[in-house]
């Protein structure tokens, strides 16, 4: 088990030119942020966000569980499919080459290089299978798949 249970394993990011609270009003999931293009994202950052954008949890899952962080991703794209591709409408409309605009789902997922396997042997690769199914479902949407590795860190 890992120090990640406060984290979010898997996200839902979104950036564009669009109206994230306009959106957010009619969807059918939340966002934990949203911000909108000329705002500061932090009140302590003096960066001004040039695009408007979204955040949500899609599994919370630990990061060494990455079967269950695919499995809740497609539940979530399965649930939430008709808002989703009313936000790529919308992505699409304020940017139709997409040039400025992505959305993505990122997996946390632990970094098991160098730890042991269940027979006591060394990993020295690491491979995380995403099924054609979440990619179908992902892709239909606009929505790129990313894998971001964490170091391992004990409880």
């Not at 994230?20 to 942020?33: C, E, K, V």
């Not at 992505?91 to 027979?119: C, H, K, N, Q, Y």
Request: aromatic residues 8%; proline residues 5%.
């Amino acid at each position: 088990m890992t120090a990640y249970r406060d984290k979010v394993s898997c996200i839902l990011r979104v950036c564009g030119l669009f109206d994230p609270t306009a959106f957010l009003s009619r969807a059918s999931f939340t966002a934990h942020d949203h911000w909108h293009a000329g705002s500061r994202r932090k009140s302590f950052s003096p960066h001004v966000q040039p695009l408007s954008g979204l955040l949500a949890r899609v599994s919370c899952a630990d990061f060494d569980e990455p079967d269950v962080q695919i499995s809740e991703a497609i539940s979530f794209l399965q649930a939430h499919t008709d808002s989703l591709s009313i936000l790529q409408q919308l992505l699409t409309e304020g940017d139709p080459t997409w040039a400025d605009s992505w959305m993505e789902l990122d997996f946390g997922i632990e970094d098991r290089v160098g730890t042991l396997d269940s027979a006591g042997k060394e990993i020295v690769h690491q491979a995380d299978h995403l099924p054609a199914s979440l990619a179908r479902l992902a892709g239909n949407l606009g929505i790129g798949l990313t894998i971001s590795r964490y170091p391992r860190t004990e409880e």
